[in-house]
């Protein structure tokens, strides 16, 4: 009884340690300047998230702009967008991640949208070229979003090599790298080069575009 006492107690306490353990990933230009909004994602060997039908995200609407600008999901997770402006917006992707519209409205009395295909979707407001919101919808990746430090902390041990998104990874938005982590100090450093985006269009065409009105 004392041996087996004696091996739960050796190896219970560093299970129990790395459980409660914080790990930080920091995303960093080209310029040494932190990113904020970048999604880290890697599959974790410990556990596999899945969509809780039951937690739906939400972007809201405010001042004019996506709050927050980007989130990330699970694939089969819903998201809810209310409008919590003045003003009515008309939201809409052209995504092949999900293609949809919710036409001129305000308030939060919207029916949520069901994203059930991997990928990055990519927001717009008919009414106001200056809102863009991004979503990444991952296949059981364990994700976080970046904040303004450029930081993203998850509570399991990250990999040597993760994926990062970020819209100014490319011109269009769309592309994920695969980045080795450098590690100083407890905080492990993944190191990305962004490109200069072009403006916004200045007008809209969504009625001649996939979707009539």
Known sequence: MVKQLFYFMIFAIPVMYCEAAVHIVKVMDQENNPVNNAVVAFYSKSSSPTADTDDIAVMDQV????????IAIQKGQKVKFPNSDDI???VYSFSPTKPFEIKLYKGSNVAPILFDKPGIGTLGCNIHDNMVGHIYVSDGEVTRVTNAEGEATFDEAVPERVAIWHKDLSIDGSLKVNVMLTEKDGIATANVELVSQAPPPSKRTFGSSRFGG
């Open 63 to 70: 001042n004019k702009q996506f709050l927050p600008s980007v």
């Open 88 to 90: 009515r917006h008309h």
